[in-house]
């Protein structure tokens, strides 16, 4: 008798696998996946050459995109960023020279003698606007690894934490801690803006989840309607602060360091850092993450158990982000994008290179803030706004014709 021949399973998505509910969810998450590819990798060359390119495989062709090598990207952006750091810590209403910045800092460090150093400089330069430039880098890095995260999370090139509402919630949470506490913020602010911020990204998650055929529209207007709902919550507690605190509110709500200090900076430093390594743990999972839920699944990945540490930590930065330094848009919409051109779309290389680039993007904003209209401060959530934006139509256009 002859052994009958093992009949093959096709894998999800593929050719030959069996119709049904879950071929046609296979489908939508392929096609999602693949709408978000298109929306950040460049689009092929036209011409013969890109008729050839187009008859290889799709590997083939995203190959044929030149990046730089990912420790390359990491010594040029630090090198970037010390030197806006340094500026930054050098100009506003009091300009001190750069040397003198390195002098003050290297004396406070204990690795030079400032005995005749101006106290007035020291005072201005270390007190004020050495945690300003450190929470900028906090903030910047912190925006665009939720961001790049929240991307792959929802498979959505569009998702970012002020688009869909995070960034709402966590500064609904933060302004309530401002109005109901008091002075005594230090230590409740972040952890206030962390609990709204879970709450609201639990709940996007939950009414837009992906692999269940919600679209960029659903999420978009999930993120809308409860983005909508956290700032009845901030208009509200705005109505009932004190006039101290409603001009506190008011410069806040639009993005600005201009009252950080270093209890602040302590206060948010290690809750990005467990935030941070949680992504950068996870890594892989939102490489996976990006191919569907259903493909993931297959791979061995615990989808359920990811996605929900991934919210977990997005909230965590996305509220150490907005505890101090308000709500500041856009900012993990465009850097990931901009990144993914430069190293690819791979989360080992992406997370690191998009925190330096957040950092950088923030870190030059507070500088400008400074410069355009002395002695007032420009809020920085204006400058990114206004990089933001249009880059934001320009993607929902793009994606137009292939996910809506």
Not at 24 to 44: C, Q, Y
Not at 89 to 99: E, F, K, N, T
């Amino acid at each position: 008798m002859t052994p009958k021949a093992p009949t093959r399973t096709a894998a999800p998505g593929t050719a030959g696998a069996p119709a049904g509910p879950d071929a046609t969810e296979n489908a939508d998450a392929t096609g999602a996946s693949a709408a978000f590819r298109r929306s950040v990798e460049p689009a092929a060359p036209t011409g013969s050459a890109g008729r050839g390119r187009r008859a290889g495989s799709g590997t083939e062709a995203r190959h044929t995109v030149r990046r730089l090598p990912l420790l390359t990207c990491v010594i040029i952006g630090l090198a970037v960023l010390v030197v806006l750091m340094a500026v930054s810590a050098s100009v506003g209403p009091l300009r001190i020279p750069l040397a003198e910045v390195a002098r003050i800092v290297g004396a406070q460090l204990g690795v030079v003698d400032g005995a005749d150093l101006s106290q007035r400089d020291v005072s201005v330069i270390w007190q004020l606007r050495v945690p300003r430039v450190l929470m900028g880098v906090l903030v910047g890095a912190a925006l665009a690894i939720s961001g790049a995260a929240l991307q792959s999370l929802f498979n959505n090139p569009l998702a970012d934490p002020g688009i869909i509402g995070v960034s709402g919630g966590a500064s609904a949470g933060a302004v309530g801690v401002i109005v109901l506490a008091g002075s005594s913020i230090t230590w409740l602010l972040p952890i206030g803006a962390f609990l709204a911020g879970l709450a609201v990204t639990g709940l996007i998650y939950v009414l837009a989840r992906p692999g269940r055929n919600t679209g960029t529209s659903r999420m978009l207007l999930v993120g809308i309607a409860v983005g909508s709902g956290c700032q009845a919550l901030t208009g509200f507690f705005t109505f009932i602060a004190d006039d101290q605190q409603l001009q506190t509110l008011t410069f806040w709500q639009m993005g600005s360091l201009a009252k950080v200090i270093w209890p602040h900076f302590w206060a948010t430093l290690p809750i990005f850092l467990i935030g941070l390594a949680i992504v950068l743990l996870n890594s892989r999972a939102l490489d996976v993450l990006t191919l569907g839920e259903r493909e993931a699944q297959h791979l061995g990945l615990n989808v359920r158990r990811s996605r929900l540490i991934i919210i977990i930590a997005t909230a965590l930065l996305t509220g150490a982000a907005v505890a101090f330094a308000g709500a500041i848009g856009f900012v993990g919409l465009v850097v990931p994008h901009i990144v993914r051109i430069i190293v690819g779309p791979g989360h080992r290389g992406l997370l690191p290179i998009s925190a330096i680039a957040g950092a950088i993007l923030i870190v030059a904003a507070d500088c400008a803030s400074r410069v355009v209209a002395p002695p007032s401060e420009v809020p920085i959530g204006l400058f990114t706004a206004a990089v933001g934006a249009p880059f934001f139509l320009f993607l929902v256009v793009r994606m137009k014709k292939s996910s809506w």
